[in-house]
């Protein structure tokens, strides 16, 4: 695990970047965004304790959105390796990662049916 700070409106990550870490913020907040029609939509807004970056760990694939400090953040960085033997050895880390993984498919699911009847 290391430790990352990032400046206000830093760059984190952006989309297609290679997926190197997983973070969980200790410190401040990060924007979650992608690029559509209209430009910048973003889809996330995330505090301290919340988990980000992790599904390029999972399957091999490159960012699929960019990651901004929307304030002084400071974040624990996971590689592959060191977020599989969190899960694996920390039944309450693994809890907080599949609620946060959880929470963000009833979030895209609710956002796909919007004004659908």
């Known amino acids: 695990?290391?430790?990352?700070?990032?400046?206000?409106?830093?760059?984190?990550?952006?989309?297609?970047?290679?997926?190197?870490?997983?973070?969980?913020?200790v410190v401040g907040g990060v924007d979650i965004s992608v690029q559509g029609e209209a430009g910048e939509v973003k889809i996330a807004s995330l505090e301290p304790g919340e988990v980000f970056g992790?599904?390029?760990?999972i399957d091999a694939g490159p960012r699929s959105a960019d990651a901004h400090a929307n304030q002084y953040t400071v974040c624990a960085g996971y590689?592959?390796?060191?977020?599989?033997?969190?899960l694996d050895n920390d039944p309450g880390e693994a809890v907080v990662f599949i609620k946060t993984l959880i929470r963000r498919l009833r979030e895209a699911n609710r956002s796909l049916t919007a004004g659908k009847s």
């Not at 695990?1 to 913020?25: C, N, P, W």
């Not at 992790?54 to 760990?57: A, F, I, Q, R």
């Not at 590689?79 to 969190?86: Q, Y």
């Open 54 to 57: 992790e599904m390029g760990l």
């Open 79 to 86: 590689d592959g390796d060191e977020l599989l033997d969190l």
């Open 1 to 25: 695990m290391q430790r990352k700070a990032f400046k206000a409106g830093e760059t984190i990550f952006k989309t297609g970047d290679k997926s190197d870490l997983a973070y969980v913020i």
